[in-house]
């Protein structure tokens, strides 16, 4: 009788270790992998053939993202003066083509007044493939900017126009995006020339520097002047990250307008939040063709604005750097000073 009980026990004991594990069978086919990794993702993984990267689409884009940052910032790097301040232009096909707008201001730098060497603190941005192979054949510091929903600025952008603002936008964006990284900059539009050194004219007070299309008044820190981003200074802070963002997200109650527009109607608020010193520069030292000075002993840079078309602006450019050389010329036989900025 004990014999009978001690085998039917028995049998007993295996049917349940059986359906327990034909149970767990069944659930580790249906367990999930942790963190999503696929047995063939594991697999080559072990044998070094991916990464987590191919496995992650979202991660590919954030390595990309990654990798155009370093870049930016390794340019920035070799770029910037002692002090982390860079100097930036934009260019597209139509301006970087030879004998156009960027053969004239490169010329300009190299026949100024002491401003040769800024050169070496130039970065040329390139907005489409054929202005940074230009750019490359005459400069060592070009960054190609890339757009990533395929929109085509190669062209000469007609003013106002859909492709013009959305390439000025574009421009505030990276100039954002230097700031976060910690980098100062002066902007430049590449229809300026270069005869000083415009820096010595912007306070070491100043957050941000600005040239104006008419200079009234003689207080410089009097928002009520007309913007011109052709020209910016901006020295990198939290608080001019913080402007830049502001100034951004200001677009959406100006629809259809370019950010120069955009700031003059912003300014007064946005510098009283973000505690940002805004300064406008004298005409007499960025001058332009809306309000055109040009006493060769104090003039900086000159800006081909009030000017419509590439054409009219490069004719008139190439004008002013001719007399400009012919100033320096008569000056030099007479035995003049032309390098100080106030004679």
Not at 142 to 147: A, D, I, Q, T, W
Not at 191 to 202: G, K, M, Q, S, T
Not at 206 to 231: E, H, R, V
């Given at each position: 009788?004990?014999?009978?009980?001690?085998?039917?026990?028995?049998?007993?004991?295996?049917?349940?270790?059986?359906?327990?594990?034909?149970?767990?069978?069944?659930?580790?086919?249906?367990?999930?992998?942790?963190?999503?990794?696929?047995?063939?993702?594991?697999?080559?993984?072990?044998?070094?053939?991916?990464?987590?990267?191919?496995?992650?689409?979202?991660?590919?884009?954030?390595?990309?993202?990654?990798?155009?940052?370093?870049?930016?910032?390794?340019?920035?790097?070799?770029a910037a003066m002692d002090d982390k301040t860079v100097i930036m232009t934009f260019t597209n096909?139509?301006?970087?083509?030879?004998?156009?707008?960027?053969?004239?201001?490169?010329?300009?730098?190299?026949?100024?007044?002491?401003?040769?060497?800024?050169?070496?603190?130039?970065?040329?941005?390139?907005?489409?493939?054929?202005?940074?192979?230009?750019?490359?054949?005459?400069?060592?510091?070009?960054?190609?900017?890339?757009?990533?929903?395929?929109?085509?600025?190669?062209?000469?952008?007609?003013?106002?126009?859909?492709?013009?603002?959305?390439?000025?936008?574009?421009?505030?964006?990276?100039?954002?995006?230097?700031?976060?990284?910690?980098?100062?900059?002066?902007?430049?539009?590449?229809?300026?020339?270069?005869?000083?050194?415009?820096?010595?004219?912007?306070?070491?007070?100043?957050?941000?520097?600005?040239?104006?299309?008419?200079?009234?008044?003689?207080?410089?820190?009097?928002?009520?002047?007309?913007?011109?981003?052709?020209?910016?200074?901006?020295?990198?802070?939290?608080?001019?990250?913080?402007?830049?963002?502001?100034?951004?997200?200001?677009?959406?109650?100006?629809?259809?307008?370019?950010?120069?527009?955009?700031?003059?109607?912003?300014?007064?608020?946005?510098?009283?939040?973000?505690?940002?010193?805004?300064?406008?520069?004298?005409?007499?030292?960025?001058?332009?063709?809306?309000?055109?000075?040009?006493?060769?002993?104090?003039?900086?840079?000159?800006?081909?604005?009030?000017?419509?078309?590439?054409?009219?602006?490069?004719?008139?450019?190439?004008?002013?750097?001719?007399?400009?050389?012919?100033?320096?010329?008569?000056?030099?036989?007479?035995?003049?000073?032309?390098?100080?900025?106030?004679?």
């Amino acid at each position: 009788m004990n014999e009978m009980k001690s085998m039917i026990f028995l049998l007993g004991f295996l049917i349940v270790a059986a359906v327990t594990a034909a149970t767990s069978v069944v659930l580790m086919l249906h367990a999930p992998y942790t963190c999503s990794v696929l047995p063939a993702v594991r697999e080559e993984l072990a044998l070094g053939h991916g990464d987590l990267a191919d496995a992650d689409p979202s991660t590919k884009k954030l390595d990309k993202h990654t990798s155009a940052e370093n870049e930016l910032e390794e340019m920035l790097r070799k770029a910037a003066m002692d002090d982390k301040t860079v100097i930036m232009t934009f260019t597209n096909e139509a301006w970087t083509a030879p004998g156009s707008l960027l053969d004239l201001f490169l010329e300009s730098f190299r026949i100024g007044v002491r401003t040769a060497p800024l050169l070496k603190h130039l970065v040329i941005v390139a907005v489409d493939a054929k202005a940074y192979e230009q750019c490359q054949r005459v400069h060592p510091l070009c960054y190609r900017l890339r757009v990533a929903d395929g929109a085509d600025f190669a062209a000469e952008q007609p003013y106002m126009k859909k492709d013009y603002l959305d390439m000025m936008w574009r421009r505030h964006r990276f100039q954002a995006r230097v700031l976060k990284l910690g980098y100062s900059f002066v902007f430049t539009d590449v229809d300026i020339i270069w005869l000083r050194n415009p820096l010595l004219r912007i306070p070491v007070g100043a957050d941000m520097a600005m040239s104006c299309d008419y200079y009234y008044g003689d207080n410089p820190y009097d928002l009520n002047k007309t913007a011109n981003g052709g020209f910016v200074y901006a020295k990198a802070s939290a608080r001019m990250v913080a402007f830049y963002r502001s100034w951004y997200e200001s677009r959406k109650e100006y629809p259809g307008d370019h950010e120069q527009y955009v700031f003059d109607q912003v300014k007064h608020k946005l510098s009283a939040r973000h505690g940002v010193r805004v300064q406008f520069v004298d005409t007499a030292y960025l001058s332009g063709f809306c309000e055109l000075r040009k006493d060769f002993y104090k003039v900086c840079t000159v800006h081909g604005n009030c000017l419509v078309g590439l054409k009219p602006k490069l004719d008139r450019l190439t004008g002013v750097l001719d007399e400009w050389k012919q100033f320096r010329g008569k000056a030099a036989l007479l035995g003049s000073n032309t390098t100080s900025l106030t004679d």
